[in-house]
């Protein structure tokens, strides 16, 4: 019934910048907090932005002030705005509730990948 769809990642060189969007459905988009989750090869999956349906952003000390989250109620999209990137940000980026586990599934994901 959830469906998450991730967009706009791809390869990009350190120091460049991507824009992520997710589309989302089937949860109360405009009430619940919004997040932007990230997994590399061989690490845990981690919550790198938050979102609140207030607004109200937070951020992972990795990605901080690097990283802005936004989102457009009336689209049901959250967006995340990624600048200065580096390869330690390589990872394939979901965007989610948070908790996630208020939505019981997960999108595909977008690759992203910083490289020379």
């Known amino acids: 019934q959830v469906q998450l769809v991730e967009s706009g990642g791809g390869l990009v060189q350190p120091g460049g910048s991507l824009r992520l969007s997710c589309a989302a459905s089937g949860i109360s988009f405009s009430v619940n907090a919004m997040g932007w989750y990230r997994q590399a090869p061989g690490k845990q999956r981690e919550l790198v932005a938050t979102?609140?349906?207030?607004?109200?952003?937070s951020y992972a000390d990795s990605v901080k002030g690097r990283f802005t989250i936004s989102r457009d109620n009336a689209k049901n999209t959250v967006s995340l705005q990624m600048n200065s990137l580096k390869p330690e940000d390589t990872a394939v980026y979901y965007c989610n509730a948070v908790p996630y586990y208020l939505s019981r599934s997960w999108g595909q994901g977008t690759q992203v990948t910083v490289s020379s």
């Open positions: 979102i609140t349906g207030g607004g109200s952003t």
